[in-house]
């Protein structure tokens, strides 16, 4: 035997014990006489305990058909078990149909029995009632004849399961509240029980949600207070509420006719179905909501012409939905194409015309008018600038004329006195010059002042101060 034919054996062998139990990985080790414990492990630490005692088997030293043949024993022990299983499964199972023949055997000895019984009383008996007995425990007997259909539809009936996950409300890939209400209610017309279908609304509601942590928590959860819980979670409006809002409606402005009616269409059923929860507090009947909805959805019409058309339609008493989508679709779409036929008729005729409309000479006076404004706007600016350059060109001159010196302008008020009196604290009464604290002269007739602006020339003027 080669080394290939070995590997070919532990890989067959390692292949039957992924498919083993836990408990007969463990018998098969006890057969094998593994030296460690595996009592505490799991199933997957086990199989790495045989795998390494398996390689150390085939790296120990010795020969090639030893280690052969003990594959070969080992495979060979874990097929013949499986064998055994299966022979023990199928007997088992023979077992157990003639259990159930010898059982239906017995039931149907002990039926025929008490149909022979009550058919003795039947006859003893003349009484009306009795024959009213005897005919329904027969019926209930008929029933009882096969007792696997209704085991095996207990067995056959699927857990009820919410389609769709419960978020937060107005999430896109979220459920709405009113399929989730569809959804219970069909629940509860196929047979589900209350406790299944709040079980199932639990198990649909998000992982990380505190709605479903807080639902988990409450004790007696009925099936009436989930519905109201939900209906607050999603802030659902009351019947009042959706019942104004249908009164009220009206067509926008990007909204087509079809889709105006289906969304009047979808509110009209949200008020039926709110009315109809056990604690609204103003129901309102189905034909209340119909007239309502068939007079806010032709007054809500943006189109008068559609609306028109549509008015006798909607006063029939027995109009369907279909058939109200249907003559929507059809005068929508004619009333369309009416609009796009006399469009290009308008377009047509104003290009083939050449004549001038009367806008077009009211837009060309105001042209002119437009542009005599902007001739006088132009000549005021021009104005503007001229008058502009003069004020420069004068300051430049008077720059010259004081030989380019600026004297700057002391706007700090300096208080009346020199600065003698001033000390003195008698400035309110002084009599000298402010500038040079003479007596006989005033400050602007200084000869210091003088010096200072350029006409130290002019004789000041000797006079006293009055």
Not at 128 to 154: H, Q
Not at 321 to 342: F, I, T
Request: glycine fraction near 4%; charge should be positive.
């Amino acid at each position: 035997m080669s080394t290939e034919d070995l590997e070919t054996l532990q890989f067959e062998l390692e292949s039957l014990l992924y498919t083993k139990s836990e408990v007969e990985l463990k018998e098969f080790a006890a057969s094998i006489k593994l030296d460690k414990d595996i009592s505490t492990k799991s199933k997957i630490a086990i199989l790495k305990t045989i795998r390494k005692d398996i390689d150390e088997r085939v790296n120990a030293e010795g020969e090639m058909s030893e280690k052969v043949a003990w594959f070969k024993d080992c495979i060979a022990k874990i097929k013949s078990h499986d064998q055994s299983q299966k022979v023990d499964q199928a007997n088992e199972l023979i077992s157990l149909q003639k259990e159930i023949e010898t059982l239906k055997e017995k039931q149907q000895s002990e039926m025929s029995d008490l149909l022979t019984k009550l058919a003795e009383v039947q006859t003893s008996s003349k009484n009306a009632e009795t024959t009213n007995v005897t005919t329904g425990i027969k019926n209930t007997t008929k029933g009882c004849m096969k007792p696997d259909d209704s085991v095996n539809a207990s067995f056959l009936r699927r857990e009820f399961k919410i389609s769709g996950q419960i978020g937060e409300p107005g999430q896109a890939d979220k459920l709405t509240f009113v399929s989730l209400t569809h959804q219970i209610d069909s629940g509860l017309k196929r047979g589900y029980n209350e406790n299944e279908i709040v079980d199932a609304v639990i198990r649909a509601i998000s992982l990380h949600s505190s709605l479903r942590s807080y639902v988990e928590t409450l004790k007696d959860l009925s099936l009436p207070k989930l519905r109201k819980i939900l209906r607050v979670h999603y802030r659902e409006k009351s019947a009042s509420e959706l019942y104004q809002t249908l009164a009220t409606i009206f067509q926008d402005q990007k909204e087509t006719p079809q889709q105006f009616l289906l969304r009047s269409l979808d509110l009209r059923n949200k008020v039926g179905f709110a009315s109809k929860e056990s604690d609204c507090e103003v129901q309102y009947d189905e034909p209340l909501i119909q007239k309502t909805f068939m007079k806010s959805f032709e007054t809500g019409l943006r189109d008068d012409i559609l609306a028109a058309n549509l008015r006798p339609i909607l006063r029939l008493p027995s109009l369907s939905d279909e058939e109200l989508m249907k003559n929507v679709n059809e005068l929508a779409s004619h009333q369309a194409e009416r609009q796009s036929k006399l469009a290009c008729e308008r377009r047509s005729a104003k290009v083939n015309a050449c004549e001038v409309d009367g806008a077009e000479i009211k837009m060309r006076k105001n042209g002119g008018d437009n542009d005599k404004i902007l001739a006088e706007i132009r000549e005021i600016k021009s104005d503007l600038e001229s008058l502009k350059k003069q004020g420069s060109n004068a300051n430049a001159n008077r720059e010259v004329s004081s030989g380019g010196r600026k004297f700057p302008r002391e706007t700090r008020y300096r208080g009346r006195g020199c600065l003698a009196c001033k000390e003195r604290k008698i400035g309110g009464t002084c009599q000298h010059c402010f500038a040079c604290g003479e007596f006989g002269h005033i400050a602007s007739e200084c000869a210091k002042n003088l010096k200072a602006q350029g006409n130290e020339y002019r004789q000041p003027r000797r006079r006293d101060r009055v």
